[in-house]
């Protein structure tokens, strides 16, 4: 199945023109921001940590060359990417924390 019609209208609804820098290389792309909470363990304490989420056409993505732990800077915002979540429709979702 070809799911590019689906993931640029995704895109074109709900998505921004952002860039998106790592090291040197700027990629300016169409992404989805949204927030995703992760559960955290401190002590017997298990609270929620929001994090920011980056959805994005896997081929915007691929030129920037991200791992775990990269350091992104988007929005003015620095970011670090805690995971990568490539999923079978060519897009792929960026978890991220921002960077102090």
């Given amino acids: 199945m070809n799911y590019d019609r689906m993931n640029n209208s995704v895109l074109r609804v709900f998505g921004e023109t952002v860039s998106v820098k790592s090291g040197d290389l700027i990629v300016e792309m169409t992404a989805v921001f949204g927030k995703e909470a992760q559960d955290v363990t401190i002590g017997n304490t298990v609270s929620m940590r929001p994090n920011e989420t980056l959805l994005a056409k896997t081929t915007d993505l691929a030129p920037l060359c991200l791992k775990?732990?990269?350091?992104?800077?988007?929005?003015?915002?620095?970011?670090?990417?805690?995971?990568?979540?490539?999923?079978?429709?060519?897009m792929t979702t960026l978890i991220l924390r921002k960077s102090s």
């Fill in 68 to 90: 775990h732990g990269s350091k992104i800077e988007t929005r003015e915002v620095c970011y670090s990417v805690v995971s990568i979540d490539p999923d079978d429709t060519g």
